[in-house]
């Protein structure tokens, strides 16, 4: 079965500087998705990046980021010039691939990003 | 545009009893999937309804179950309530499987079993 973990509980950071919270994974599959979600107190999960597995390039989003290493079943993101808006729960998830019947994300435990202004 | 609408917003029920919680997916969106996420966690994948069927089932006993209508809004039942039912229930809708069109959640529905 996947696993997703997510080892820092909780991270904080001086604003306008630069953070990296860390997942790892454990799949048998070469075909799969990863994402990282973030959910702020309003309690909505969303979407920051994702990044598909057949993919060597890593994804970004303005002021975001992914370091993927397939090999070692990693998938940082970073987010640069933290922001205040920026503080939230931060969850990695993973997914199977494209044609695979199995539609459901597989999360972490998540990581509580704290921004110090 | 509206996005995803979960109700109520907070529940509170007594152990035994039975809820219902309701999902309205974003406009343009055919499916709809639950998860259950317990304070400090990431949340569990309960089921997904397409075409109105469940298509696909977590590990949750029967005592949770759901409904998908012909305008693809979706409602989750939970019978028999345990206190260990108490969490964030999260509406995800998405277009058909989602993989080119990312899951779009909801504010989700507080649930307090006592």
Not at chain 1, 97 to 117: C, E, F, H, M, R
């Amino acid at each position: 079965a996947q696993t997703v973990t997510q080892s820092q509980p909780e991270m904080s950071v001086q604003e306008a500087e630069t953070v990296t919270l860390s997942c790892t994974y454990d799949t048998s599959e070469s075909d799969y998705y990863l994402f990282w979600y973030k959910q702020p107190p309003s309690r909505q999960m969303i979407l920051v990046i994702r990044q598909e597995a057949y993919k060597q390039q890593n994804a970004t989003e303005n002021r975001f980021s992914v370091n993927f290493q397939k090999a070692a079943k990693s998938f940082s993101l970073k987010i640069s010039d933290s922001q205040l808006g920026d503080a939230a729960m931060y969850f990695c998830a993973y997914r199977r691939g494209v044609g695979d019947s199995n539609y459901q994300l597989i999360w972490g435990a998540g990581t509580k990003l704290i921004i110090k202004p | 545009d509206a996005g995803v609408t979960q109700s109520p917003t907070h529940l509170i029920k007594t152990r035994g009893q039975q809820v219902t919680l309701r999902c309205s997916p974003k406009s343009g969106h055919d499916t709809v999937s639950w998860y259950q996420q317990a304070l400090g966690q990431g949340p569990q994948f309960i089921f997904q309804y397409y075409e109105e069927e469940e298509r696909q089932r977590g590990n949750f006993p029967d005592r949770f179950s759901g409904h998908q209508f012909p305008n693809y809004s979706s409602e989750l039942n939970v019978n028999a309530l345990l206190l260990g039912d108490s969490a964030l229930y999260l509406c995800a809708s998405s277009f058909g499987a989602g993989w080119n069109s990312p899951l779009h959640f909801g504010n989700g529905t507080r649930l307090t079993v006592t």
